[in-house]
């Protein structure tokens, strides 16, 4: 029985070339799309499962907030270096702890081969023990004991030491310390939160050289070293969190007011919980979003759905074109059930071809979906039982959901009315279609709705004023190695034309503010703790022209005064929270920040130093004692010789520092970068937008070609009476017309929704223009009109005695 | 065989009411060939598809084979036909997609015969109508002759004890109509009874007894000797 429904399911869809290809074709698409969301959400999820207990291994975080206000100011992925040992110690429930630093960008040497690594971290002696790593030499329990010992990734040691074995070979850091190398691993998978390309011996920290072992012990101010945790076998998280207060007043140093808890606390966050839900302030490496993964997830289901509902459309729309076999199996003895039987078998069947479909176009699209959005998805990952059994039966699924309307239709055909001709569909049944084609439809203009306001919002961070000059402008680290001979580099800089102006500071633009210390105000005749939280940058006198900052009060730093070593520059928001009613009644006033003392000097224009998903927070300039304190150089280049003007740098970078690698980015590639995200959101917004559309319109062609079949009489009758082509296609036009406006007015409140939703990830935001709505309505019309006119244009010209011959 | 009583059935449209049969009374022996003949819209093809359990009355009596059916369901009503009644249409309506073997095959498989059986009886069937040499076409590359001999072929293969045929002629030039009539009477003397409904005097002299209809109801019959 199975087989003969097989085998005229095979034969009908050979027949019926059109209507078999635009399902084959809509189903396969919409399943692609989704295996292709399925790759990414199932890569997505996957992030650090692979470690043996991942479920236990949990990262302790630190909350900075304002003991009186309790508001938060900063929350880290890091900690200071005595908490981890202290942890360990005091809690059992701890099995064991280990710790990472990320080293900063330093250069390495090998004989002649000096390269910058940008993925150094330092790792306490367990690490190989507690993540898994995949080791290749060394022994993995000891390669990280002994000081400046290194294990290095693959790559890094084929990088330099070529194909010679790099074990015991020895590895020059920043020009001054020699590490042994103990071995080497495996690069990190993609799923995982970060990717030490080296790996230094966390023992080597204690020498003073580098840190120092009671710095180690005793610098609670220097958040940045990741610590694991890995708690006993079921024991809860949350229980370890409460005891956290006690432990923190019990080691922590009093402050002056308040108890270490009442400014600090310690959170315990599930190591696989780091790529999706964690976006605490200092990651290791840009992290997904769970948000990320439900809105594609959406996307998905929107488009599996629209694809079900145009297999339904179509299959009923042929219907008529089978109604006589139906008759001639129900005469000949076929019960209702064996068609609705048959039906599914269909369905099930082409659900199959288009899986199978699906999959190779997945399988063929994967690489390009790499290059547009960036990520490194591999099918390799449906590959597994897990998601195999369910890919199989995902057909059953689809086929049953999309075939069961059709077939439950078809089935209830009076098979004598059929046979003689006097089939004609009911018109219950077209309301259903027009239920189903509405929402086609409604999904259509959310998705519409959702790539414009995306494109918008992006158009809008990509043009805003941010307030300081980001183009033309060259940044490079800055390296100790310049300390001494930094004015003298400076000049050399500057003495070509093309370079403008060059500054230093701790930070740049783009990057993130995290470093604050506490402020002071004058009060009466002392200096008294200001109750608020005010970011800071170290800069030079240069940094403020190199960025064309403006000044709305006072004046910038300047050599000219040798006291502005210990003056400051505030922004508007800082004034106006040290509670400066204007910007100039700050000029001139006493300030501390930290442990220095000074003048405010000058207020700066609130700029977009951080990411516009960032609120404008206060923030204080200050030139640093130590040059130390700096990280990046500045470079402001004229915007018509910019081969030249490069040239010039990297030719000065290598007289001044011949040790030292050369690089250098572009601020405004740092720009992009920041919204590389979200550029990615619209890319993929806009291609399952645009197939979702296309897809539904497959669809309506279908209903269209249905119901204008149904109304050729009509139509020839009209054309007999004298109507002309274009009275015709507006009455068949009308209809369609309809159902668009209907959808539309279901999709805006959701679309609404579901981008406000969207856009409240950043500070500032486009709010959504009624015109979007607008056009998205007609951009979904006037797709329904041409795909409709096709056929309506085809109808109207047809032959009126044609049609009424056959009746 | 065929004993019916009183039989009424109504097509309702919002607004109107059509009488398709009237108190109709009727009765059909078994091995018997009756003709039912009457202008358009006298009620024939209804009383043909409550005749072959593809229709229900709306009331009166249809006793078949000693049983009451008037009121089986539609699964009741699937179950007796696919085992006793056969059907010849105008257009002889053959599935394009299956061949002459293939649809004759059909009935076969809705009553559960297997495979082997089935193409034995197929071959038999087809081979007694004539056209095994065709039986890998499709019915698009028959003549209508040859198109209603399979049709004629997939009514008997079940073997059924009734054969309706409604005007099985009527799409035919006269050859091939007489050749369609010779095979039906042939299969009336081999035992099964059969019920024809034409618009053709010519055709209906082949049967036993022609019921003429007019407005739902038998108005007289004529005994062909």
Redesign the interface.
Known sequence: ?IF?YL??AV??LL?YKFISFNNLFGLTVGLACCLLILTYIIHELSYEKYHDKADRIYRVTRLFKNGETGVTSLHLNTVSPPFGPLLVNDFKEIEKLTRTLQNNTVPFRYEDKIFNELNSYWADSNFFHFFKVDVVKGNPSRALTDPYSVMLEESIARKYFGTADPVDKVIRMNNQFDFKVTGTYKAFPTNTHFHPELMLSFSTLRDTAIYGEERLRTNWGNNSFFTYAMLTPGYDAKKLEAQFPAFIDRHMPKGSHFKPSKTTELFLQRLTDIHLRSHLDSEAEQNGDIKRVYIFSAIALFILLIACINYMNLSTARSALRA??I????????????IILQFLTESVFVCWLAIILAFVTTWLVIPLLNQISGASLSIDVLLRWQVMVPLIIIPFIVGILSGLYPAIFMSSF???MV???LFRAGGGNISFRKVLVTAQFAISIILIVSTAVVFKQMRFMQNKELGFDREHIVTLPYTSALNDQYDAFRTALLQESALKDVGRSSRIPTGRLLDAMGSQMKNGDTLAPANVDIKYVAADHDFTSTYGIKMVAGRPFSRDFSLDTSAFLINESAASILGFKRPEDAVGKDFGYGNRRGKLIGVFHDFHFESLHQKIVPLVLLVPRSANNFGNISVKIAGSNLTGALAHIEKTWHKFLPEVPYQYTFMDDNFTRLYEAEQREKNIFTIFAFIAIFIACLGLLGLSAFTISQRVKEIGIRKVLGADVSTIVTLLSKDFMKLVIISAIIAFPVAWWAMNSWLQDFAYRISIPWWIFLLAGIVAALIALATISFQAVRAALANPVKSLRTE | MIKITNLEKVYRTDEVETVALNKLTLEVKEGEFVAVMGPSGCGKSTLLNIVGLLDDPDSGSFMFNGIEVAKFNERKRADLRKRNIGFVFQSFNLIDELTVFENVELPLIYTGVKAADRKKRVEEVLDKMQIMHRRNHYPQQLSGGQQQRVAVARAVVNKPKLILADEPTGNLDSSNGNEVMQLLTDLNEQGTTIVMVTHSEHDARYSHRIIRMLDGQTVMENIMV
Request: proline content about 4%; hydrophobic content about 30%.
């Open positions: 029985m003969n085998k005229i034969r009908n027949k006589r076999e008759g001639v199996r129900k005469v000949v003895g076929a019960e209702r059930k064996s009076q098979p004598i046979l003689k001709g």
